[in-house]
């Protein structure tokens, strides 16, 4: 009897031994979450392994994190719908010339057509202040703003500022909640962000894509914006998103979306969108909303990226800072001694990555306070007190007072600086004059484009806005001739002189 009890039990101790080694070596249904060895250890952290019917903690608290950033953020976010007016040209109509005799033949004016935008925007404040983008509102003459509980109110512009893209509107209302506005300088480039807005249509409001911060400080996207420094990403941006928010895993203000990169006829998302800092767009909306328009300090050069080939003619060893392509005549760098041709390594004690941070840094300035700059001049290093002014109108564009307009042919031309030919993406050493500006009403809207180059008029070769403007004034006829270089291509066109 005491044998088959000792067996029976030692039959349960192998049997319950089994059940356990094998529930020690064979995992049914398993999911492995995470294994890797840190570097300098032998040993292996093990996998964790979870059966289908456990929760996943790590999934599920990140899809938490966004779902709870949707629900504090889309109240914040708002559709703009601007009624704007669009003069059409006479030409813009198939199969109608765009010549003056044949519409004034007809007694017909210009044409116009009313057009309606949408956009997104963000509210910063609960007194009603809206922050996007300028391209949003700029000309509107009517402009709606639709909250998340679906009511409508009318705007108004408090400020824009086309320099960066940026404005502010106004609605009267209640109840608003502003977004949290956060530290786009503290962003690292793999963070996770969303972006919120009004892709294509009211209808699809208070859309949420999410992507990751791709690149930060991204410069040359928009023609004629002085002020970059976008963030990249590839969270789905679409026309309508302008002027809605990025904001970071913390539910976070961190851009202003505003432009997309595209591919062929596709208007669409590739992958490739930009938005605003919102560190950039703090002291643009502290200005707009307190004074009705931005003013920024003014060193009062025309700074250039301190490329490969400049870097290696000066044996550098660092390819940091900005050069000086030009120094403004009695401006606050002339009067402190700085010179064309001197590289910009520091400004107030922090390094210059190049001429979009130094432009950045010196407009977020205080006006009037005096900056130490550390320059490269030659071989010798030197640090120059310079006292900032309040930047100008006319500097703005070309970073000198020399474009010329001719009423006669409707269009604008100005000497080649490196300037001007970093911003129309032509050589800098091109001889002749550029087309800057294009009267698009004009006949010459018909020929010249702006970044066309203009070397001859008649006979006469042009090195200079001033010899341009003498040659048309001396020309003699009716149509005046023109050799103009467009890309890789150079040709001959007319334009009719009015006399």
Avoid: C
């Amino acid at each position: 009897m005491k044998r088959k009890i000792g067996l029976i039990i030692g039959a349960l101790m192998l049997i319950g031994l089994g059940v356990i080694l094998g529930k020690l070596i064979i995992r049914p249904n398993a999911v492995v979450l995470f294994q890797s060895a840190p570097a300098g250890r032998a040993r292996t952290i093990p996998a964790a392994y979870l059966s289908d019917a456990t929760e996943i903690p790590s999934l599920q608290t990140f899809n938490d994190a966004f779902v709870k950033i949707a629900e504090m953020v889309t109240p914040s976010v708002v559709t703009i719908t601007t009624e704007k007016v669009i003069e059409t040209g006479r030409g813009n109509f198939p199969g109608f010339p765009d010549d003056d005799f044949f519409w004034q033949f007809f007694g017909l004016p210009k044409g116009e057509m009313r057009s309606t935008a949408l956009g997104s925007g963000v509210i910063v404040d609960e007194k009603g202040y809206i922050l996007t983008n300028n391209h949003v509102v700029e000309k509107g003459e009517k402009i709606k703003v639709k909250l998340i509980d679906k009511s409508v109110h009318e705007a108004e512009i408090i400020g824009t500022d086309p320099r960066s893209d940026l404005a502010v509107i106004k609605i009267n209302a209640k109840n608003l909640q502003p977004a949290i506005l956060g530290d786009s300088d503290a962003l690292r480039v793999g963070e996770w962000v969303l972006a919120i807005g009004s892709p294509f249509s009211e209808s699809l409001a208070h859309t949420i894509t999410a992507g990751i911060v791709s690149a930060k400080g991204r410069t040359n996207v928009i023609n004629n914006l002085p002020y970059e420094s976008f963030i990249q990403t590839d969270a789905a941006i679409n026309p309508g998103n302008s002027g809605g928010a990025l904001v970071n895993i913390r539910g976070e203000l961190i851009g202003i979306n505003t432009a997309i990169a595209t591919s062929g006829a596709s208007q669409g998302n590739i992958g490739i969108g930009f938005a605003i800092p919102i560190n950039l767009a703090k002291k643009v909306m502290s200005d707009l909303i307190s004074k009705g328009k931005v003013t920024r300090a003014w060193l009062g050069i025309v700074p250039q990226d301190l490329d490969d080939k400049i870097a290696r003619a000066q044996n550098l060893d660092s390819r940091d800072g900005a050069i000086i392509a030009e120094v403004v005549p009695k401006s606050p760098a002339d009067d402190a001694g700085l010179k064309v041709g001197d590289i910009i390594i520091e400004f107030d004690g922090v390094r210059v990555k190049d001429a979009a941070d130094l432009r950045n840094r010196v407009s977020n300035s205080e006006i009037g306070k005096t900056k130490t700059l550390k320059i490269l001049r030659g071989k010798k290093e030197l640090a120059i007190n310079v006292k900032l002014g309040e930047l100008p109108e006319i500097v703005e564009r070309t970073g000198k007072p020399s474009e010329r307009t001719t009423g006669k042919l409707g269009f604008t031309v100005d000497d080649i600086s490196p300037y001007l030919a970093r911003q129309f993406n032509i050589n800098p050493d091109e001889s002749g004059v550029l087309v800057t500006r294009v009267d698009q009403s004009s006949n010459a809207a018909q020929v010249l484009r702006p970044g066309d180059i203009i070397k001859r008029v008649g006979d006469r070769e042009i090195k200079s806005a001033k010899e341009f403007q003498e040659a048309v004034d001396n020309y003699k006829g009716d149509l005046l001739l023109l050799l103009i270089k467009r890309g890789d291509a150079t040709f001959f066109e007319t334009l009719e002189l009015k006399k």
